[in-house]
Every structure is written in C-alpha cells, then in structure tokens.
T-cell receptor
Framework: AQTVTQSQPEMSVQEAETVTLSCTYD???????LFWYKQPPSRQMILVIRQEAYKQQNATENRFSVNFQKAAKSFSLKISDSQLGDTAMYFC??????????????FGTGTLLAVQP | DTGVSQDPRHKITKRGQNVTFRCDPI?????LYWYRQTLGQGPEFLTYFQNEAQLEKSRLLSDRFSAERPKGSFSTLEIQRTEQGDSAMYLCASSFVQKTNEKLFFGSGTQLSVL
C-alpha cells in the first residue's frame, strides 16, 4: 500500500523569503502522480502543483516549484517570495497511474505554513 | 464553470439522526469522489463514481453510509444513525478523466458535528 509522509507539522517563514516543505512517499509502482494541495482557513483544497513520475523535469508554477527525487521517493515543495496569502495547510498527495484503478489521492498529514509579516 | 459545490456548509445533528449531503461537480466531469477529513489529518478516500456507477468504496465507509449519483451529475452522501465519530469535514471532488491527465477539483466541504 502507498503511504505519504510529511514530517514537518508546522513551519514559519518571513514574507518574501523562501521556504521548502518536505514530503516522502512509499510505493512499488513506477508510474504515478504527485501533488501539492493548499488548504487555507476556508478549508477548500486548492491544487498548487502536479508532477508526473515519468517526467524528470521538476514542475514549476510561478512561485511554486518542486524537487522530485524518484529514487529517494522524495517530493518537496519550494515556495519563493512567500506572501501572506500563502499561509495555509499544505498537503502532499500521491495518485497511482495503475490502469483501471480508482486514481484516488492518498494524502499526507499536512504541514501548517505560517507566513509572518 | 462554477467549481464544485457542496451543500450544506455546516451541519449539526444529534447522535442517532440521519443526515444527507449534496455535491454538485463541475459540469461534464465524469468522476466524483467523496473524502472525509478529521481535524489535523489529511483527507481520506471514501468512495468514487464514474458517471453513475459507484466503482469503489473504502473500508471506512460502514454500512451506515450510502452514496448515490443517480444521473451521473450531482451526488448525495447519507449517513444513517450518526455517531460522534462521524464528526468530520466531508469533501467532494470531481475530475474529467483523460488518458494520462487527471486533476481533482475539490469543493469547500460539509462540516458535520454530531452532538
């Protein structure tokens, strides 16, 4: 069974600084997807960034980028130029690409990020 | 495209009562998922539909839970004889499955409190 581990329950960063959130996962599959979701106080899950395991190039979305290390099963999220609106819970998630499967997301326990003014 | 809509946003009920939640997915999304999130945890998969067919149910979904998606559009999740342990945020998500590219879009959830 796949598992996702986020070992940092809480993190804090100063506005305009850079912060990296860690995520490791466990799977025996070769093809899969990894995601970072943001959950602000409104509690709506918002997709931040997505990575396909077969792609070596790290995904980037504006100020958000990932460091995907497939062999190490590591998937960290880097937020550059942190903004107050980035304050939220961040969840790392795994999705199998196994043909015909549910394609359900498996989430970690989250990292609460506080951006300080 | 107005996003995934869930109703109600909050529900307070007494133990033993039945409750029903509704989810309206993004139009033309063929997959719909239900997740449950307890405080301090990530969401956990409950069940999903492809069109009107319910294709998988988690072991978390006891026989007191039932979900439907009668016409392949909106979905309902009913909990019978609620227990205090059912208190959680119930999240709905939808997606349009393509060959290699599936992104789930979540609603704002229904927060259930069982007293």
């Amino acid at each position: 069974a796949q598992t996702v581990t986020q070992s940092q329950p809480e993190m804090s960063v100063q506005e305009a600084e850079t912060v990296t959130l860690s995520c490791t996962y466990d799977t025996s599959e070769n093809n899969y997807y990894l995601f970072w979701y943001k959950q602000p106080p409104s509690r709506q899950m918002i997709l931040v960034i997505r990575q396909e395991a077969y792609k070596q190039q790290n995904a980037t979305e504006n100020r958000f980028s990932v460091n995907f290390q497939k062999a190490a099963k590591s998937f960290s999220l880097k937020i550059s130029d942190s903004q107050l609106g980035d304050t939220a819970m961040y969840f790392c998630a795994f999705m199998s690409e196994y043909g015909g499967a549910t394609n359900k997301l498996i989430f970690g326990t989250g990292t609460l990020l506080a951006v300080q003014p | 495209d107005t996003g995934v809509s869930q109703d109600p946003r909050h529900k307070i009920t007494k133990r033993g009562q039945n409750v029903t939640f509704r989810c309206d997915p993004i139009s033309e999304h063929n997959r719909l998922y239900w997740y449950r999130q307890t405080l301090g945890q990530g969401p956990e998969f409950l069940t999903y539909f492809q069109n009107e067919a319910q294709l998988e149910k988690s072991r978390l979904l006891s026989d007191r839970f039932s979900a439907e998606r009668p016409k392949g559009s909106f979905s309902t999740l009913e909990i019978q004889r609620t227990e205090q342990g059912d208190s959680a945020m119930y999240l709905c998500a939808s997606s349009f499955v393509q060959k290699t590219n599936e992104k789930l879009f979540f609603g704002s959830g229904t927060q259930l409190s069982v007293l």
